[in-house]
């Protein structure tokens, strides 16, 4: 390139703001003229100036101005967590008591063996554990679908 | 990284705490994104009370779906979209008055500008920082609102081209090709101040 062929001024810019990327080209003209070495210098005390330009704020306490307009968001699952575990409960209860009713003599055998009871005590709360965990995660899910206005539905505004 | 920011909760805390009912969790979001937000309005909303309304409005919305929020990008990202989607809606209304003209994209600064300036090397060697941040800072101010605000993003803010494409929905060349042109327009006004003598 002809030192007398200035750069473009996207080209000074790239090489400013992002040498690595500028090419071997436009490095060594600028290494060699005067003229595009002051503007890619001059861009660089620009970028450093834009870093540096007074951050404007709110003059007011906008945290405290917006709580207080906050609507009270229902929390609606904690009624169905409790209507489940009533559920669960009752399914628990029953079906213990047809085991007892139809397995006397068994329950006494069982009755005896502590790793039975605590086996089988640790199964039943794992199955629990699973079952709630399973519950809450898709609860989620399926509130977020049936939400129509929800911003993300619009493929424009969908981040 | 410092003590508090290492136990900072992560977005994805943040927003469960806010859906189980905790509003001081959402007290903590506004404050960790007013700044970005802030940035965003000023630069889009010449009016100082129409900026309170709509800093205010933004955050409601933000409350009102967060439920919809997906996780596919920072929170701060996806709320600064909702701020920007809040401005450009806003200056929509305010059509008939002068911001409107301003916005959004401007359609070509540079026939407004002469092409030929004096050598910018005398500009760099004679301009001190301050003189060069306080010119700066006056002639931001006067770019239309879509270059002031993708000049802050990515030089004050620090974000990169793809999180300014999220917040601005533009593609990253489009971004790149703006950032181009305002930094040129801002070079070239403060050449034609310094030659008229600061």
Same mark, same amino acid.
């Given at each position: 390139?002809?030192?007398?062929?200035?750069?473009?001024?996207?080209?000074?810019?790239?090489?400013?703001? @992002?040498?690595?990327?500028?090419?071997?080209?436009?490095? =060594?003209?600028?290494?060699?003229?005067?003229?595009?070495?002051?503007?890619?210098?001059?861009?660089?005390?620009?970028?450093?100036?834009?870093?540096?330009?007074?951050?404007?704020?709110?003059?007011?306490?906008?945290?405290? =101005?917006?709580?207080?307009?906050?609507?009270?968001?229902?929390?609606?699952?904690?009624?169905?967590?409790?209507?489940?575990?009533?559920?669960?409960?009752?399914?628990?209860?029953?079906?213990?008591?047809?085991?007892?009713?139809?397995?006397?003599?068994?329950?006494?055998?069982?009755?005896?063996?502590? @790793?039975?009871?605590?086996?089988?005590?640790?199964?039943?709360?794992?199955?629990?554990?699973?079952?709630?965990?399973?519950?809450?995660?898709?609860?989620?899910?399926?509130?977020?679908?049936?939400?129509?206005?929800?911003?993300?539905?619009?493929?424009?505004?969908?981040? | 990284? *410092?003590?508090?920011?290492?136990?900072?909760?992560? !977005?994805?805390?943040?927003?469960?705490?806010? $859906?189980?009912?905790?509003?001081?969790?959402?007290?903590?979001?506004?404050?960790?994104?007013?700044?970005?937000?802030?940035?965003?309005?000023?630069?889009?909303? &010449?009016?100082?009370?129409?900026?309170?309304?709509?800093?205010?409005?933004?955050?409601?919305?933000?409350?009102?779906?967060?439920?919809?929020?997906?996780?596919?990008?920072? $929170?701060?990202?996806?709320?600064?979209?909702?701020?920007? %989607?809040?401005?450009?809606?806003?200056?929509?209304?305010?059509?008939?008055? &002068?911001?409107?003209?301003?916005? #959004?994209?401007?359609?070509? &600064?540079?026939?407004?500008? #002469?092409?030929? /300036? #004096? *050598?910018?090397? !005398?500009?760099?060697? %004679?301009?001190?920082?301050?003189?060069?941040?306080?010119? $700066?800072?006056?002639?931001?101010?006067?770019? &239309?609102?879509?270059?002031? $605000?993708?000049?802050?993003? /990515?030089?004050?803010?620090?974000?990169? /081209?793809?999180?300014?494409?999220?917040?601005?929905?533009? #593609?990253?060349?489009?971004?790149?090709?703006?950032?181009?042109?305002?930094?040129?327009?801002?070079?070239?006004?403060?050449?034609?101040? /310094? %030659?008229?003598?600061?």
């Amino acid at each position: 390139m002809n030192i007398a062929d200035h750069l473009s001024d996207i080209e000074i810019q790239q090489h400013a703001l @992002d040498a690595g990327n500028s090419g071997m080209a436009a490095a =060594t003209h600028i290494a060699q003229c005067p003229h595009c070495s002051g503007r890619v210098a001059f861009y660089q005390k620009m970028a450093r100036g834009m870093s540096v330009v007074p951050m404007e704020e709110f003059d007011f306490n906008l945290t405290k =101005t917006v709580l207080a307009q906050l609507p009270a968001r229902k929390r609606s699952h904690a009624p169905e967590r409790a209507f489940i575990a009533c559920v669960s409960l009752v399914g628990v209860f029953a079906a213990i008591g047809v085991f007892c009713y139809l397995n006397t003599g068994l329950l006494n055998d069982l009755l005896g063996k502590s @790793d039975v009871i605590s086996y089988g005590t640790a199964c039943c709360l794992l199955f629990a554990f699973l079952l709630t965990n399973l519950w809450s995660e898709n609860v989620g899910k399926i509130r977020r679908i049936n939400l129509p206005e929800s911003l993300q539905h619009f493929p424009g505004a969908a981040v | 990284m *410092d003590h508090k920011e290492h136990h900072k909760p992560t !977005d994805r805390v943040l927003v469960e705490r806010v $859906l189980s009912g905790n509003t001081r969790a959402f007290g903590s979001i506004i404050r960790d994104t007013e700044g970005l937000v802030a940035q965003i309005v000023f630069k889009m909303i &010449p009016d100082r009370e129409e900026r309170r309304d709509i800093a205010q409005d933004i955050y409601l919305k933000v409350f009102q779906k967060l439920d919809s929020f997906r996780f596919q990008s920072k $929170l701060s990202t996806w709320i600064a979209r909702i701020a920007y %989607n809040t401005c450009i809606n806003q200056l929509e209304k305010n059509k008939a008055s &002068p911001i409107g003209n301003e916005h #959004p994209a401007p359609t070509n &600064p540079e026939d407004e500008y #002469p092409q030929e /300036y #004096p *050598d910018a090397h !005398d500009l760099e060697e %004679n301009l001190t920082d301050a003189e060069l941040n306080g010119l $700066l800072e006056s002639e931001i101010e006067k770019l &239309p609102a879509l270059y002031k $605000l993708l000049i802050t993003l /990515y030089h004050r803010q620090e974000l990169s /081209y793809a999180e300014i494409a999220q917040i601005v929905a533009l #593609p990253e060349g489009t971004i790149k090709s703006y950032l181009f042109r305002a930094r040129k327009i801002l070079r070239e006004r403060i050449q034609m101040i /310094y %030659n008229k003598g600061l």
